[in-house]
């Protein structure tokens, strides 16, 4: 599975172990099936956070370095001004690298989000410049044994998937330390992120 700097949890991703932060929506509906195959890959990145949801549609990754007051500050004014929204996930796709995901539907709320962002923060380019960003949620990788069809009969009464999207998630990335670090609900007050140390 492809973590969230584009590359495969484990896969020698530069800095995977220092880690690195991500802006998305949770999914928790599909939690438990996420929480599985990443455990399957590699469980460095199974988080022991309780608030931490490995099902996410990303919106900006990789994100700051080291976030100021400043730039937690602009995330909150933009979940403050999108209104939280609904949306399906049936259809499975699969990126040229492998990367099996459901589409979300609509997408456009999600791309939405994601060009708010990338105007906020024009040095953090979705997945440092090397794909245009496409909203999904990964839940597999093609292997011998996976595939689209396999995939979807594992994720079973699971599909279709009416999920909501509430809030945004600033996730830290790093093996054996991936971690809720604040989050936003949408359409709520600027000042009521949600911080952990």
Known sequence: MR???GQRPGGGAPGAARGHHVL???VPQLE???VERTRQYDDSFVSTDATFVHAHITLLAPWVVTPTRADIEAVGQIAS???SFEFVLEELGVF???TVYLRPDPAAPFAALTAELVSAFPRCLPYGGRYEPVPHLTVDQLAVGVTVDSTRAAL?????ARCRAERISLQRYANHGCRTV???E???PALSAVTSS
């Open 81 to 83: 001004r999108t209104s």
């Open 32 to 34: 438990d099936f996420v």
């Open 3 to 5: 973590g969230d700097d």
């Open 96 to 98: 040229p690298d492998g």
């Open 182 to 184: 604040a989050e936003w």
């Open 156 to 160: 079973g009464a699971s599909l279709p």
């Open 186 to 188: 949408l359409g709520a």
């Open 24 to 26: 998305v929506v949770p």
